[in-house]
């Protein structure tokens, strides 16, 4: 068993050392931001947790369910920003702030409802009106000045889901504020993007992370395994192949150098 693994990790010192270097944090990081978390998080309830927004601002971070539904949440049209890969120019993703939802209206006695109906070609009867001949109409709510606690980043959305004249992300009759809580911090790139469009951002703004699903517990096991074998390889592949020999109780055997002479002349007979 440790011939294969010395046979095993010598053949994986080919590769460069910075995909070796790369590969160990990539591997934890499987292992404690995704498998572990999902694995509590089933174990605990295993289905999205709804909330509504002032919820969501009350509860502490650290007791934030790593999978959440806003039920009562808003997002202002156009105010979105999106990242590029540098290389392609491809759309990598989106991000766009979220409001709690305040519905605010006025009254508007019975004489100028009528006259607001002719106006808008609406017939009076397809509104009720209340008891003092007067109906609540309501009105765009201004956010412009508002801090958004909440940030969604969605990595999924397509060129066309967003496009002026064909897309429908805000507007499809499946849109939701939903996603997974990983604790991350929103980068500040994207905070510098919402600052220039004159979009304020909290500092301790929520960002979940839309379209990513909760992980099956055995498939979070596997790749809790797979990960850690590939986090302990990628660190003996930077042990010296001597030490590893000793270790696995391998010899290794170097050829002798030639000298000039032999390698340039046949052996001369006695």
Do not use: C
Not at 72 to 77: I, L, M, Q, R
Request: glycine share 6%; charged share 20%; proline share 5%.
């Amino acid at each position: 068993m440790k011939s294969f693994l010395f046979k095993t990790i010598v053949f994986l010192k080919k590769p460069s050392i910075i995909y070796r270097f790369l590969a160990i944090p990539v591997a934890f990081y499987a292992i404690f931001s995704i498998a572990i978390p999902d694995i509590q998080f089933n174990m605990a309830s295993g289905k999205t947790v709804e909330m509504s927004f002032d919820q969501l601002i009350k509860t502490p971070k650290a007791e934030l369910p790593r999978y959440l539904k806003i039920k009562d949440a808003v997002v202002p049209s156009g105010t979105y920003v999106y990242e590029r890969s540098k290389k392609r120019g491809t759309l990598r993703g989106i991000y766009y702030p979220v409001y709690p939802e305040q519905k605010q209206s006025i009254k508007i006695s019975g004489a100028k409802v009528d006259s607001l109906l002719k106006a808008a070609n609406v017939k009076s009867s397809s509104l009720q009106n209340e008891a003092d001949s007067s109906v609540s109409i309501p009105i765009m709510q201004d956010y412009s000045s508002t801090e958004a606690k909440l940030v969604i980043h969605d990595t999924h959305v397509q060129e066309s889901d967003i496009n002026d004249s064909t897309g429908h992300y805000f507007d499809s009759p499946t849109f939701s504020i939903e996603g997974r809580n990983s604790g991350d911090a929103i980068p500040d790139d994207i905070k510098s993007l919402f600052t220039e469009d004159g979009i304020k951002i909290s500092n301790d703004a929520i960002l979940l992370k839309k379209g990513e699903t909760v992980m099956k517990t055995s498939s979070a096991i596997i790749l809790s395994v797979v990960a850690l074998i590939i986090g302990v390889l990628g660190i003996l592949t930077f042990f010296p192949t001597n030490v590893l020999a000793n270790w696995a109780g391998v010899s290794i055997v170097s050829e002798p150098a030639k000298n000039e002479g032999e390698a340039s002349s046949p052996e001369n007979k006695a």
